[in-house]
């Protein structure tokens, strides 16, 4: 006994059915697909699936007269024609999925077929004149939370929606429950077998929503398409946004105003401070004559070497007292007069010290003079001198 390819996968397991069509290939049924040998070129080719069906548990095969070849499996029969497949199960009219044999009439032009539920016949005649339409899919109602809006051009959903429930149909009144649906709301298409679509977590932006549906044998209908708009919140919008940043500009610019008018103001006060102290300085220079600090010193050094010290001590006392005394009314803008006075008084004294007998001198107040009233000192030493 000679073994054929055995390196083969699929057809190395158990070989179910045989056939040959009319292009000199052997067709092979086996579980885990089938095969064709060309009997031109020896080439073989291996199917487990074609498209998105499944052809493994193959269990019978069949040529008809347009060289298609009929694959009965235990999920239902295959028509497969060059780089196309139909198929046939419980939803197009058969009484069971599971195809156990296949017997083609070439007088009539039917395909007999039998099943766990029957033998069934199909006039491949009619058969071809039948054509599916295309699925279309109908809208029937858009919820969002506890809202419900109706299906017009384009819909605005508030920012804090969090699901949107769509429910559509299709216009299949045969065998409605075979439609399968898709939808597509970014890039990929995305199956579906329920009737509705839960949209959850959507962000702020303009949706374009295209649904979509087909049956078996059919083409994929025409979607049917919902634009609807999330608004953003507030705090995405551009005008909150430029608000804020204008709000920002707004207090960096009030900010840096209010730096300028504290460093003014410093400067303001810096200026008025040297010009109170420079006033400070003119009133103690006018308190202290220099001519008269330089008299008083000399006097001081010449009654220090004739070796006259109580004087000497007498004489600086005085001046102490009197230096003491303008220092203290120098920040003053007015003095009392019986301050004055006695200010004075230490003055003439001190020059009285300086000249021996040669000076002399009274101090007169006028009758009815206030002595308590305040006295501007900056005039006196001008008299006295």
């Known amino acids: 006994m000679k073994t054929y390819f055995p390196e083969n996968e699929i057809l190395d397991a158990t070989i179910k059915c045989i056939t040959e069509d ?12 089938i095969s064709n040998y060309s009997l031109n070129d020896s080439l ?9 069906y499944d052809l493994t548990s193959s269990n019978v095969l069949s040529v008809d007269k347009y060289n298609r070849l009929w694959v009965g499996t235990m999920n239902g029969l295959y028509i497969l024609d060059k780089d196309s497949i139909r198929v046939l199960n419980t939803q197009t009219g058969l009484t069971s999925k599971e195809i156990l044999s296949l017997f083609y009439d070439t007088t009539k032009n039917s395909m007999w077929i039998g099943s766990p539920g029957g033998l069934s016949s199909i006039d491949i005649n009619e058969f071809d004149k039948s054509k599916i339409l295309p699925v279309s899919v109908r809208i029937k109602n858009i919820k969002a939370d506890d809202s419900v809006y109706s299906f017009k051009e384009n819909i605005i959903f508030e920012p804090d929606i969090n699901n949107i429930h769509l429910d559509f149909t299709s216009l299949n009144f045969s065998s409605p429950s075979s439609v399968k649906y898709q939808y597509k709301l970014e890039d990929d298409w995305i199956d579906i077998s329920d009737d509705y679509i839960n949209l959850t977590s959507l962000g702020k932006g303009d949706y374009n929503l295209a649904i979509r549906g087909k049956v078996i044998n059919s083409l994929l209908g025409k979607p049917s398409i919902v634009n609807f708009t999330v608004l953003p919140h507030l705090t995405e919008t551009f005008i909150f946004r430029a608000s804020i940043i204008g709000l920002f500009i707004l207090e960096l610019y009030s900010a840096q105003q209010r730096e300028l008018s504290i460093m003014k103001t410093g400067q303001e006060k810096m200026n008025i401070s040297n010009q109170v102290n420079e006033l400070k300085h003119k009133a103690l220079s006018s308190m202290m004559n220099p001519h008269f ?10 009654l220090i070497n004739i070796d006259r010290k109580r004087e000497a001590n007498d004489y600086i006392s005085l001046m102490a007292k009197l230096i003491r005394m303008n220092l203290e009314s120098a920040s003053e803008s007015y003095i009392r007069l019986d301050e004055e006075i006695k200010r004075l008084d230490l003055y003439l004294r001190i020059e009285k010290l300086r000249f021996s007998d040669k000076f002399s001198y009274d101090i007169i107040a006028g009758p009815g003079v206030n002595s308590r009233i305040n006295h501007d000192p900056e005039y006196d030493h001008t008299a006295v001198c």
Do not use: M
């Open 22 to 33: 009319r292009q000199n290939k052997i067709w092979f049924a086996r579980d885990k697909g």
């Open 44 to 52: 073989i080719t291996n199917l487990s699936r074609f498209d998105e």
């Open 293 to 302: 600090i330089f008299n008083s010193l000399n006097s001081v050094q010449y």
